[in-house]
């Protein structure tokens, strides 16, 4: 059998074993579903209330994730739609419309009846049909504990001329998923990708799906050639002549019984549209090798189109899993893949125009004091660290660091260019420059040659941080980022867990008991004294001992499967609980103790 056939045959067993996966998944993921479609309902029947499109002022969205964020097709405004946030003990699902003015620099809440239901990990693309759509599909709602999850398979448009929601009920589209990616490309919509979980199984998904906006059919597609392996939280890009770019990306595989292993994708495919007329539905996949710098491997990232033929990737985290925990390196770096040239580079950014008047001033000014000598240029500015800390509500301290490239070495500048005019006073200090501190699951936007950038999360141990601030920085002229919104400290709360309630019902009914029950509490002690032998402080030390490694155990596997539902652009595991058999082992200690 040549290589051909053999390759056919492995994709043959491939399809029939994810077929199978997807059966499994299917029938475990319907009882849970029907536990939170009942949720929904009630939702949805808080939402049925609304009668009338009401648009108002409004202070900036609470901190959030997995939310969508685009540019108005037509008016110089943002549309942020859904999402999602995590205190540490609850989860809470959004299904609220915003719109950031960008002229004004203000936001305005839009309620609009019959909304899509509460969601996060959906996806959301803008056409510019009649005055303006934004079309959603897909997503996950989760229960307030964060243990269970309703992945939805519903697709919406909201008619931005008249602010009206519509769903759109067509048949044959792509099954109930979440961290799929979405792109709308010469009047259609094209979906890839993504995951299905459920408490006990999983399913991540390659399949490509095509929804025609003239005629509201689906279509799935059947490419040629061998494309990507499943994945969900990739970056998918329209190219101008029709073709889909699919880089990165993050998927796990089932080892052995309760065992799981992550992948972190790094190649890069293309998705081209061959032939013309009634042939565009031939479709081929092709692994794209670009040149260049390409980004450090991470999951998390954002994407979105730039100019002059680019696109863009922004920020992201690589978890580092260590022997007693899970650290994640999270970047606030710019990184442009030029489609034409098929080659990545880094952004770097040049400064404003006063501060490289004034370096070039500084360089003019020594090379006259050298009577003409060949000047030594000085070797590139390094890397600036910046520590920043911030004080939450409750007096928590989160550190943040930054650490800021250096300035890119001017190149020579026209003649005309150096006879500008100065805008600013000699002498003056030169500004810190100033970046969005490293995140991941940030959302993303460019409007006029402009990348806008709102929220996400980062991590202080196992505290998680949602951000909710927005900057802005011109792709034109990469000279410096702009603080739209800083972070608000007061919006950031983070619900330890506590003590059992029986420990806790004990020492309150211990302190609030009067005499009587004290003396009737030590004879009691006492008859439990004599009732048992004392542990020796040998077996003591070693109990707890193992109740100290057991509890490290589960927190840093809760905290894993954290990272694995963050890197799928997926929801939250939910608060950390305490096995109930470390509880009672916990509990038999501190009276061991006493």
Known sequence: MGKKGKRDKKGKGAEKTLAKMEKKVSRRAKKEEEDLEALIAEFQSLDAKKTQVIESSCPPPSPRLNCS?????????????????????????????????????????????????????????VVPTAGGQLWIFGGEFASPNGEQFYHYKDLWVLHLATKTWEQIKAPGGPSGRSGHRMVACKRQLIIFGGFHETARDFIYYNDVYTFNLDSFTWSKLAPAGMGPAPRSGCQMTPTPEGNIIIYGGYSKQRIKKDVDKGTLHTDMFLLKAEGTGKEEDRWSWSRLSPSGVKPSPRSGFAVAAAPNNRCLLFGGVQDEEEEESIEGDFFNDIYFYDIGKNRWFPAQLKGPKSERRKRRRGRQAEAEAAGGEELQLPPPQAPLEIVKEVVAEDGTVMTIKQVIPGAAEDKDRSGSEEEEEEEEEEGGALGQPVEPCPRSSAMVAVKHGVLYVYGGMFEVGDRQVTLSDLHSIDLHRMEQWKVLL??????????????????????????????????????????????????????????????ALCLERERKEKRKQNCDRRESDHGH???????????SAKYYMLRAQA
């Open 69 to 125: 964020f685009c540019a108005h097709p037509e008016r110089d405004e943002l549309i942020l739609f859904g999402g999602e946030y995590f205190n540490g003990q609850k989860t809470y699902l959004y299904n609220e419309l915003y719109i950031y003015h960008i002229r004004k620099n203000s936001w305005a809440k839009l309620d609009i009846p019959n909304p899509p239901p509460r969601r996060c990990a959906h996806q959301a693309a």
């Open 486 to 547: 800083e972070m608000d400290p007061k919006t950031q709360e983070w619900l330890e867990e506590s003590e059992s309630d029986e420990e806790e019902d004990d020492d309150v009914e211990g302190a609030e008991g009067g005499e009587e029950d004290e003396e009737e509490s030590s004879e009691e002690e006492s008859e439990d004294e004599e009732g048992r032998n004392p542990l020796p402080c040998s077996a003591l030390a070693l109990l707890s001992s193992h109740l």
């Open 573 to 583: 595991v939910g608060s950390w609980n305490i096995h109930p058999a470390l509880q």
